[in-house]
């Protein structure tokens, strides 16, 4: 064989192998046989979107479906999380699983996903089309109106509040906010909330600060609503900095070891709690109800409960914290 010859026929084989690594693209990282689900979280830091991770884990390993779980290091990087959902479309995964990090920015992607035949599941925070499987959730303005209720009974009625909150775009703490915002006003007309609305970004440092500036500004405070796991983080380390512990009431969302230890030790009056590992497992069964032909519910409300120093101990809130 001369070299011409040699030449074209290895050149042919290197079309070749492209081409099949081409249209194999979307097969990659799949187990042959295997549905695909990618669950896609605003952040992966948190110990909210470990838990879950547990759940969709549990789903998988329940329903013989791979899980693949990526997202954004931090909850604020919209194009980050975008920029994931646009992967796995192109890896042609069997269905997505995703918490929007802002309820219009991520509309698009998710509705190019529907349009490739690749069902697409919303969970813990809502998203601005109807385009879409199953909304699995917390009530998250019912969660903001227990704070709410919570607070106002804690203060007698009485006293000066703030909410810090996470980021303007966020549905479901957007939702919070409002839910204890309404319910101060209606129930509470004797408490001082403060107008303005601060938001720490999802970040437990930046929190920080905010609390920090919020104490400062008004010494006068006796109440903070934090609407998340970073900001309660960041509300509760002001708190226990400047010894207010039992003189400013914090009403928090979400739990983590630190947290929990924050209602132990007094520094936390109270969490709302959500339940992470079951939107996690009931958002991947969802997907694997429609591809076998089923009607998922449309919406499935995770529901709602709140922690106390009264009640941590019990099988139900050790369930949901651990």
């Known amino acids: 064989m001369n070299k011409t010859k040699l030449s ?19 097969a990659e990282n799949k187990t042959p046989g295997k549905k695909t689900i990618a669950v896609i ?33 931090l909850e604020t990087d919209i194009s980050a999380q975008i920029n994931i959902v646009e992967d796995m479309i192109n890896r042609q995964v069997d269905g997505i699983v995703l918490a929007p990090s802002h309820g219009d920015s ?9 349009k490739a035949n690749i ?10 089309t109807e385009n879409y499987v199953s909304y699995v959730a917390t009530d998250n303005r019912q969660g903001g109106v227990e704070a709410a209720k919570r607070m106002g009974e804690k203060l007698g009625g009485k006293g000066k509040v703030a909410i810090l909150g996470v980021k303007k775009g966020s549905i479901s703490t957007d939702e919070r906010e409002e839910g204890f915002r ?5 129930d509470f007309p004797g408490i001082n909330l403060i107008p303005i609305i601060f938001y ?16 400062t500004a008004n010494p006068d405070l006796t109440g903070i609503f934090a609407s998340n796991e970073t ?7 002001a708190i226990r900095q400047r010894n207010l512990a039992g003189k400013v009431t914090l009403v928090g969302f979400d739990a983590s070891p630190d947290l929990v230890r924050g209602i132990r030790e007094g520094g936390i009056d109270s969490l709302v709690l959500q339940d992470p590992f079951k939107m996690g497992y009931e958002g991947v069964k969802t997907i694997m109800d429609k591809l076998a032909g089923k009607t998922p519910e449309r919406r499935i409300d995770t529901g709602v409960k709140l922690l106390t120093k009264e009640n941590v101990d019990t099988p139900e809130m050790q369930r949901l914290i651990k």
């Open 8 to 26: 074209i026929i290895v050149a042919l084989s290197l079309l070749v192998a492209i081409t099949f690594t081409a249209c194999n693209k979307g």
């Open 119 to 128: 069902p697409v599941t919303i969970f813990d925070s809502g998203i601005g």
């Open 106 to 114: 991520l509309v698009p992607i998710a509705e190019r996903a529907q």
């Open 231 to 237: 900001s309660t983080v960041g509300a509760v380390n």
């Open 41 to 73: 979280p605003k952040g992966v830091s948190h110990f909210f979107w470990q838990s879950v991770k547990a759940g969709a884990d549990a789903a998988g390993k329940d329903l013989d479906v791979e899980i693949i779980w990526k997202g954004p290091a």
């Open 182 to 186: 309404e319910t101060i006003k209606k």
């Open 200 to 215: 720490g970004e999802s970040v437990a440092t930046k929190s920080l600060s905010v609390a920090e500036d919020i104490l």
